[in-house]
């Protein structure tokens, strides 16, 4: 029973921190302790330390531990890419000498590819480009999305890489460059989740869905055999007959018969639901035509649309383009139909004066399902803006009029729904 314990409290805290490190930063979880949690210990806690380490020393170290603290929470290091390969590596040195043996042929072929496709995927997702934003770049990437005037207006710069900021990029503070179609910047990967990579980071995440899931079920089906070895009235879903002390016995009975391979099982088991709830978050913000980052902009404007100082009108078609901040051409098949913005009077903007953009009069918007996502095509065209790199939408015989008619009905962005049933 103790060692029992002492297996399913380990596998418990390691997926624990890895719950807190993988949905610490989602916006959806922004108001909630895990949020704390993540804050306490990347920010508060190093800080902390830090606080009473120049006390202790009288400032003496101040400047290593300043530039030591900084690397470790804002530089660019490998720390949790190599905790993560070492996780699945020693992991799998635990578990594979015992199940294999008794593994079946088929099996053993699954979980050969099962094993391999995390690291394939884990090295291309880490070590392709994301969509930097270059000079010799910028061109391609203001061509890749039109602005959509709600999210991303044209003409603004990026102060530090002195570029126009394309339309869905943003600057990554963590490794300090533009990136296109910047989702978040991703620990695990040592990486930017942007245009260039979110296909891998997608299928990385869908490989070790599936190899914890995997790795877990059959681990438990060969605990539960070692356990019905002792007891042949044994079974994972408890009998009825059985009483709960001799459940555990039989269970603690069947990891210490192969403890690496038990506590593996264990973990992957625990981890599995949080990998499978990461790959539906992000699956979820495909069928909306989002992104993290964006869905935080979505959350701000949800949050003005609230106090009543959201504002909407149209653009005109066909409208002139800026040809200084603004590409001529996209290869996005609409163009943007609104402008938003916002009052801090929570009135209408003088017609004439505070924007020039739009024609016709204000509309207050109260909700984010009546406000245009220009980014979202239908679960299908977002699908393969995601799967198939610099695809050209224009292509096919999608003209400008189609605008609008190719989103599918409006759905509830993840700033409305998730927020609400996470907090
Ligand atoms: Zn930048
Ligand atoms: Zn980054």
Same mark, same amino acid.
């Given at each position: 029973m103790a060692l029992l314990a002492q297996v399913a409290l380990g596998a418990l805290a390691i997926a624990f921190m890895t719950f807190v490190a993988f949905f610490g930063r989602l916006p959806a979880l922004r108001h909630t302790p895990i949020a704390w949690l993540h804050r306490a210990i990347w920010i508060s806690i190093p800080n902390a330390i830090l606080a009473l380490d120049q006390r202790l020393t009288s400032g003496r170290l101040t400047s290593w531990t300043d530039r030591f603290g900084n690397y470790v929470m804002f530089g660019r290091h490998p720390t949790i890419l190599i905790f993560f390969f070492l996780l699945l590596t020693v992991g799998e040195y635990m578990y594979l000498p015992g199940a294999w043996p008794r593994m079946s042929a088929l099996h053993r072929l699954m979980g050969a590819i099962a094993i391999v496709l995390p690291y394939v995927f884990l090295y291309l997702a880490a070590y392709s480009d994301p969509g930097v934003i270059t000079p010799a770049t910028h061109s391609r990437w203001m061509s890749h999305y039109p602005y959509d005037f709600t999210l991303f207006h044209p003409g603004q710069t990026c102060r530090t890489c002195n570029l126009l900021k394309p339309a869905r990029s943003k600057h990554c503070a963590v490794c300090n460059r533009c990136v296109a179609k910047m989702d978040h910047h991703c620990v695990f990967i040592n990486n930017c989740v942007g245009y260039g990579n979110q296909h891998w980071f997608l299928l990385l995440l869908l490989s070790t869905a599936i190899l914890t899931a995997y790795g877990g079920t059959l681990g438990l089906r060969l605990v539960s055999q070692n356990a019905r070895a002792r007891s042949a009235a044994f079974n994972l879903w408890k009998p009825h007959s059985m009483p709960w002390r001799t459940y555990f016995v039989l269970l603690t009975i069947g990891?210490?018969?192969?403890?690496?391979?038990?506590?593996?099982?264990?973990?992957?088991?625990?981890?599995?639901?949080?990998? %499978?709830?990461?790959?539906?978050?992000?699956?979820?913000?495909?069928?909306?035509?989002?992104?993290?980052?964006?869905?935080?902009?979505?959350?701000? %404007?949800?949050?003005?649309?609230?106090?009543?100082?959201?504002?909407?009108?149209?653009?005109?078609?066909?409208?002139?383009?800026?040809?200084?901040?603004?590409?001529?051409?996209?290869? %996005?098949?609409?163009?943007?139909?609104?402008?938003?913005?916002?009052?801090?009077?929570?009135?209408?903007?003088?017609?004439?004066?505070?924007?020039?953009? #739009?024609? #016709?009069?204000?509309?207050?918007? %109260?909700?984010?399902?009546?406000?245009?996502?220009?980014?979202?095509l239908g679960l299908a065209d977002n699908m393969i803006d995601v799967f198939v790199p610099n695809h050209s939408f224009r292509a096919e015989t999608v003209t400008d009029l189609e605008r609008g008619r190719r989103s599918k009905k409006p759905k509830a962005r993840p700033g409305a729904g998730l927020v609400a049933a996470a907090t």
């Open positions: 990891i210490q018969d192969d403890v690496g391979l038990g506590s593996v099982t264990l973990l992957a088991a625990m981890t599995s639901p949080l990998v %499978w709830g990461l790959l539906g978050y992000h699956a979820y913000l495909i069928y909306c035509g989002t992104t993290t980052n964006e869905s935080m902009k979505w959350q701000d %404007w949800q949050a003005e649309m609230d106090d009543g100082f959201a504002f909407k009108r149209q653009l005109p078609t066909p409208r002139t383009k800026d040809p200084r901040v603004e590409a001529a051409w996209t290869r %996005w098949p609409v163009e943007p139909v609104q402008v938003m913005v916002r009052t801090e009077d929570g009135e209408p903007p003088n017609s004439g004066s505070a924007s020039e953009l #739009g024609v #016709g009069e204000w509309e207050r918007v %109260w909700h984010l399902r009546d406000v245009e996502n220009l980014y979202d």
